[in-house]
């Protein structure tokens, strides 16, 4: 396996010349005096070089190693604890984080290229600290001033980390269906009674403490999920005076032996009576437990172009060494028995596939990134309700699309090798693996793209949509005749999504199962709809400037490979949603 070399020169392309960042920054009261484009340089740096040098060499031996339990302990692999530990020392923990309480304060645009680069060292690693600053984002926004004070500087600091305990045995997707009860105590906290399965990071020594966030019903609430509470639940009980105390009435049962991300602990934990604290109100567990998991779902994006970016790196230094054949118009090295496999169609296409779907996805997920900070930080009512409602209508996309990508790149890459990507000694086969998991986790991606369809198409009569196509749409009217390479199929692929989408909307109305039969394959196009997009900013960005050297022109390359071979496939994809539900429902329970 190649060395991992963080994408620096893509991600301050993206950041700087396509969206250009700075500007928004000074536009926006609260990251104006903290970031700008020097400072953002050297956060990326000093990342990516802990992400390469400490956590990368970390990823094959960690797989092979996995966790391990032994009486409700579980111990991380070798060479974990130090990493961990050297990343929070840094405080790559809390590069989101509120300032008040000990965070860096950067802006999700930064903190997104950050999480793709420790997701590429290693998946299993960068759970850890994204499922910490995912139950921060929680605690800052629904807890009360004082459970911030007590636990967020501790975790933004890396010295504790965090947990998110949803799933139960009997009820997956469906959190209405949850069992676990707490129980009023006397002096204001609650008791927690239940068991939880796939809690990532639910036990480990990696840190002093963890701070697990539960979903539990209370006595007199409503059925379903309006009934739902959540409560911060230590490990370690904490004292007045910020020491550790007892060991909580919790444990961990086991961990999960898992096809991939071997080193992050998945584990059944039980509360056998454990002392928490309500987050938010009573009943309202859902929304601020969502807070938390609308910032994950990009986050399990980001991690879907992390692993693509990987695998790319792996394959394309493979395919320059590896010799085999010879090119179809002739010998390229004369000297060798067999040239490069590089110069093979096929490869060629395998590669260019794998490239365009890693810095399309990085676009795009810096893209909706942009939308949360300018949700947070603008001060414009409007402004905000706008970003606000693209990163609604965005994030499922996010999550499903970059991660379906990521499994077609990590696969290529595995190509790419032949026989040797089947080998563990050579890394592809890992990442494949590895990848596997974040179209499932967070929401399956059938799931985003029914909320897609449903909640955000459906839901708001197109609304949502139109306003994204119009963004589109205004772009290609400004763009001038120097992108109307890209421009054209661009404005070719809105049109497509506008029919369908009035399709979705109109057959929705007399059967209900148009939305789910429709929903992978409208997500898709959706998908490659706004590839396309982020395909046309980026050429807009390098043209004119190939002269300045191979950067851009390998950026426009690229890009009209996208719009030539990968942006078709939503013709088939429409033809598809356009069958409608009926073939779905042709068959009997019985006769599958």
């Known amino acids: 396996m190649s060395d991992y070399k963080a994408p620096l020169r893509d991600m301050r392309f993206v950041l700087n010349e396509v969206f250009e960042v700075s500007r928004l920054w000074a536009r926006l ?7 700008d484009e020097e400072t953002a340089v050297a956060i990326l740096e000093e990342a990516g070089k802990i992400s390469a040098e400490v956590i990368a060499p970390l990823n094959r031996s960690s797989d092979e190693q996995g966790c391990t339990w032994s009486n409700g302990t579980v111990t991380a692999p070798d060479g974990f604890v130090a990493a961990y530990r050297a990343f929070a020392e840094g405080g790559w923990v809390g590069v989101g984080g509120d300032p008040q309480f000990g965070g860096m304060g950067m802006p999700k ?3 997104a290229q950050v999480e793709e680069m420790v997701n590429s060292a290693s998946l299993s690693f960068g759970l850890y600290p994204m499922l910490t600053a995912g139950a921060c984002l929680s605690i800052n926004a629904h807890a009360s001033q004082a459970l911030k004070e007590r636990y967020l500087p501790n975790m933004y600091a890396g010295t504790w980390t965090g947990s998110m305990c949803l799933t139960e045995a009997h009820a997956g997707t469906d959190l209405g269906l949850i069992r676990t009860r707490a129980e009023p105590a ?3 906290s609650y008791t927690i009674s ?4 796939f809690i990532t990071g639910g036990e480990h020594d990696l840190s002093e403490n963890i701070i697990h966030l539960v979903l539990a019903r209370l006595p007199d609430a409503p059925a379903g999920p309006k009934g739902i509470s959540l409560f911060l639940v230590p490990k370690v009980l904490v004292n007045t005076d910020g020491s550790l105390g007892e060991h909580n009435s919790l444990s961990c049962g086991s961990i999960e032996h898992k096809m991939g991300i071997k080193a992050s602990a998945t584990c059944v934990m039980n509360f056998d009576g454990a002392t928490g604290w309500i987050v938010d109100a009573p009943n309202k567990g859902l929304a601020a437990m969502f807070t938390m998991m609308n910032y994950e779902r990009l986050g399990v994006g980001i991690q879907g172009v992390a692993l693509g970016e990987r695998s790319y790196q792996n394959a394309v230094e493979y395919a320059r060494d590896r010799l085999q054949s010879r090119s179809p118009t002739g010998a390229q090295n004369k000297d060798k028995a067999a040239d490069p496999i590089i110069v093979h169609p096929d490869v060629r296409r395998m590669l260019l596939t794998m490239k365009a779907l890693n810095e399309g996805g990085r ?11 300018t949700a947070k930080y603008s001060e414009e009512a409007v402004t905000r309700t706008r970003a606000q409602e693209l990163v609604s209508l965005l994030t499922p996309v996010a999550k499903a699309f970059l991660t379906d990508m990521g499994l077609e790149t990590t696969v290529l890459g595995q190509q790419i090798f032949g026989g040797h990507g089947y080998i563990r000694e050579w890394g592809q086969e890992q990442l494949v693996r590895d990848v596997r ?3 499932i986790y967070e929401g399956t991606n059938g799931i985003q793209s029914l909320d897609l369809a449903g909640r955000k198409i459906v839901g708001s009569g197109g609304a949502l949509y139109r306003l994204f196509a119009a963004e589109i749409r205004h772009f290609i009217a400004n763009a001038g005749t120097d992108l109307g390479e890209f421009c054209k199929p661009l404005s070719a692929a809105v049109d497509t999504l506008d029919e369908l989408t009035g399709w979705l909307l109109d057959r929705a109305q007399n059967n209900p199962n148009e939305i789910g039969a429709a929903s992978v394959e409208y997500l898709q196009v959706f998908g490659y709809t706004a590839y396309a997009y982020m395909w046309a900013l980026m050429a807009k960005a390098a043209m004119g400037k190939q002269a300045e050297g191979d950067f851009y022109t390998s950026k426009l390359g690229t890009a009209r490979f996208y719009f030539a071979r990968l942006l078709p496939r939503i013709h088939s994809l429409s033809a598809s949603v356009k069958a409608g539900s009926e073939c779905l429902y042709e068959l009997e329970a019985a006769q599958f």
């Open 186 to 188: 006397a002096d204001g």
């Open 29 to 35: 009261p609260g990251l104006a005096e903290v970031i």
């Open 437 to 439: 998991i974040t179209q």
């Open 109 to 111: 645009a930064i903190s």
């Open 363 to 373: 676009a795009f997920s810096s893209y909706v990134a942009l939308q949360l900070d």
């Open 194 to 197: 239940g068991s939880k399965i």
